[in-house]
Nanobody, 118 residues
Framework: QVQLVESGGGLVQAGGSLRLSCAAS????????MGWYRQAPGQQRELVAT???????NYADSVKGRFSISRDNAKKTVYLQMNNLKPEDTAVYYC????????????WGQGTQVTVSS
C-alpha cells in the first residue's frame, strides 16, 4: 500500500524559508508524478507545484519564483523548498501521488502545517 509522510512544516516569520519533505513507500516512486497542494482554513485545496517522473515542474502563479519542487528517486522523497514566505502561504501542505503507475489511484499524505507570521 502506498503511504506518504510529510515533514518539515512549522512556524516562520514572513520572508523566511522552510523545506518540506514527503517520503513515499509502497510505490514505484520513480515512475510516479508527484505534487504538493495546500489548504488554508475555509478554503479549497489548491495546487502548489507538481513534478513529473521525468523531472518536469509546474507551479501555481502565486508561488512562482519563491518555491521549488524537487525529487530524489533513490530516497523516494519529494521536496518543496519555500523561500520568501508570506502570511498568505499559511496552510496545511499535502503531498500527492498523481495516478500511481500501478494502481492508477491518487494517494495523499496526512499533511504538515505551515504558519507564516507577519
Amino acid at each position: 500500500q502506498v503511504q506518504l509522510v510529510e515533514s518539515g512544516g512549522g512556524l516562520v516569520q514572513a520572508g523566511g524559508s522552510l523545506r518540506l519533505s514527503c517520503a513515499a513507500s509502497g510505490s514505484i516512486f520513480s515512475f510516479n508524478d508527484m505534487g504538493w497542494y495546500r489548504q488554508a482554513p475555509g478554503q479549497q485545496r489548491e495546487l502548489v507545484a507538481t513534478i513529473s517522473s521525468g523531472g518536469s515542474t509546474n507551479y501555481a502563479d502565486s508561488v512562482k519564483g519563491r518555491f521549488s519542487i524537487s525529487r530524489d528517486n533513490a530516497k523516494k522523497t519529494v521536496y518543496l523548498q519555500m523561500n520568501n514566505l508570506k502570511p498568505e502561504d499559511t496552510a496545511v501542505y499535502y503531498c500527492r501521488v498523481i495516478q500511481d503507475i500501478t494502481t492508477k489511484r491518487d494517494y495523499w499524505g496526512q499533511g504538515t502545517q505551515v504558519t507564516v507570521s507577519s
